[in-house]
């Protein structure tokens, strides 16, 4: 039968352990450092409803001129693809065709299924030189502005987390979901079991 002073006991031990597990060192890998939650700040991965977007908003208009100003050296004056940069527009009802002659146009208004795709890969590199480098705002009014050149939104359209997330891109179902079951061996069967970097051949 327990005591009360050997319950004390027990408590005061549980308490000291916990207390030694949080002083306990976190295991490191001798390089880098804790990031901020000021940094971390920068970093969002947004989903197609638009979960994870940033705040902001930007116009077609101002977009217009962020995308002359940053990207038209590279995509073209008329987003048609240029010196070392992709073509964003048309190519509408290319990439299923009989015709070897004429192949697919992969562009942002043929082939990206959801809009906040765009934001992201925008946020994240680009312009080319200096990717990261736009604000929120700036990225809501170049989205705004290539989207409005695909004629997927009026001209008059305002980007932000709420109405991105509601855009219809053109190929949004032309996509289907693998309906294959993920089976992956266990551990101890898998080709690359062993963590460790094996040493550069001489």
Same mark, same amino acid.
């Given at each position: 039968?327990?005591?009360?002073?050997?319950?004390?006991?027990?408590?005061?031990?549980?308490?000291?352990?916990?207390?030694?597990?949080?002083?306990?060192?976190?295991?490191?890998?001798?390089?880098?450092?804790?990031?901020?939650?000021?940094?971390?700040?920068?970093?969002?991965?947004?989903?197609?409803?638009?979960?994870?977007?940033?705040?902001?908003?930007?116009? *077609?208009? $101002?977009?217009?001129?962020?995308?002359? !100003?940053?990207? +038209?050296?590279?995509?073209?004056? #008329?987003?048609? =693809?240029?010196?070392?940069?992709?073509?964003?527009?048309?190519?509408?009802?290319?990439?299923?065709?009989?015709?070897?002659?004429?192949?697919?146009?992969?562009?942002?208004?043929?082939?990206?299924?959801?809009?906040?795709?765009?934001?992201?890969?925008?946020?994240?590199?680009?312009?080319?030189?200096?990717?990261?480098?736009?604000?929120?705002?700036?990225?809501?009014?170049?989205?705004?502005?290539?989207?409005?050149?695909?004629?997927? *939104?009026? $001209?008059?359209?305002?980007?932000?987390? !709420?109405?991105? +997330?509601?855009?219809?891109?053109? #190929?949004?179902? =032309?996509?289907?979901?693998?309906?294959?079951?993920?089976?992956?061996?266990?551990?101890?069967?898998?080709?690359?079991?062993?963590?460790?970097?094996?040493?550069?051949?001489?």
């Amino acid at each position: 039968m327990r005591t009360a002073g050997n319950l004390t006991i027990i408590a005061v031990a549980a308490l000291a352990s916990g207390a030694l597990a949080a002083d306990a060192p976190k295991a490191t890998y001798g390089f880098g450092s804790t990031p901020t939650d000021a940094e971390l700040a920068r970093f969002f991965s947004p989903l197609p409803d638009g979960r994870g977007l940033p705040p902001g908003s930007g116009s *077609v208009l $101002e977009g217009k001129s962020v995308y002359q !100003q940053q990207c +038209a050296a590279c995509h073209g004056e #008329n987003l048609q =693809g240029g010196s070392g940069g992709d073509r964003l527009i048309g190519g509408r009802g290319s990439l299923v065709n009989d015709d070897p002659k004429k192949p697919p146009v992969k562009t942002i208004e043929s082939y990206w299924p959801y809009a906040t795709t765009l934001f992201d890969y925008v946020k994240r590199a680009m312009p080319l030189t200096a990717p990261d480098s736009l604000t929120n705002d700036q990225v809501y009014a170049v989205t705004a502005y290539i989207l409005e050149q695909a004629k997927i *939104v009026p $001209e008059d359209a305002i980007m932000n987390a !709420q109405t991105l +997330a509601k855009v219809q891109m053109p #190929n949004r179902d =032309g996509f289907v979901p693998d309906r294959r079951p993920e089976r992956f061996p266990a551990a101890a069967q898998a080709p690359h079991q062993s963590l460790a970097i094996a040493p550069a051949a001489k």
